[in-house]
């Protein structure tokens, strides 16, 4: 492949990785991580609703990493409720969990960045080996990739296994039960899943530039090692 070929895949790597890096920054900040619905189960139970009844005790709840909104439905109509992670939630939520998800983030921020300057710089550059050159490249968008999917494990876990929906919903509520309804992963977490994957796809960008993965050994090399066993 010529060097003009490489430096257009480099370039587009590296404009991709940027693009990353400000949708991580983006989604960091936003409260679409999850959107759903709660139930209020007490209040259903008190009126004894059932069928299209039970909608008016669905409300909403939507959240990010630092705050949210719920709408509670108790038959009453909407009651909008703004909250905050910190310093609100601090007893509620599996705080080392989440802190540990707003950590990652941030890392992967950093290490996309990173990985954006490596890629510009082997484009237009003049890299040498080791970590400045192809090694390099491999290795940030190995971590990068690794940091996303750490970010997305973490976050179900603390959602699905945690119900983190349901420790929001009955927060501060002490006559009225909530339970989750519904809940969906909302555009910033798929953010998150888009840059993992665009990471990914660089490693096989930078095959494409025609560069071996790390640590895989050439053919002559292993014919080389084969010949001097003989002797």
């Known amino acids: 492949m010529s060097s003009r070929q490489k430096k257009v ?3 587009v790597a590296g404009l991709f990785s940027f693009a990353c890096a400000l949708g991580v920054l983006a989604a960091t900040g936003m409260q679409s991580w999850i959107k759903g619905t709660i139930f209020c189960q007490t209040g259903a139970l008190l ?5 299209q009844e039970l909608e008016k005790f669905i409300g ?26 910190f310093p609100d939630l601090l007893k509620v939520i ?3 969990i989440h802190v540990s998800v707003i950590l990652f983030s941030i890392i992967l921020t950093v290490f996309t960045m990173v990985a954006t300057a490596f890629f510009l710089f082997n484009a237009f550059g003049k890299p040498y080996e080791t970590l400045h050159g192809p090694t390099g490249l491999y290795f940030w968008s190995f971590i990068s990739c690794t940091c996303g999917c750490l970010v997305m ?9 945690h119900r983190l929906s349901e ?3 009955n927060y501060k509520e002490g ?3 909530y339970l989750t309804h519904s809940e969906n992963y909302a555009g910033s977490f798929w953010v998150i899943f888009i840059c993992s994957f665009v990471h990914f796809l660089n490693g096989f960008l930078i095959r494409l530039a025609g560069f071996r993965f790390p640590f895989a050994k050439s053919k002559d090399s292993a014919t080389t090692g084969a010949v001097d066993l003989m002797y």
Request: proline residues 4%.
């Open 9 to 11: 895949i480099f370039g």
């Open 47 to 51: 009126v004894n609703a059932s069928g």
């Open 60 to 85: 909403e709840i939507q959240y990010g990493l630092f705050s949210g909104e719920r709408v509670r439905q108790c038959g009453l109509g909407g009651r909008p409720f703004q909250f905050s992670f």
């Open 94 to 96: 599996p705080l080392s």
């Open 153 to 161: 494990v973490l976050f179900a876990s603390e959602v699905k296994i």
């Open 167 to 169: 420790k929001i919903a």
């Open 175 to 177: 006559t009225y039960i």
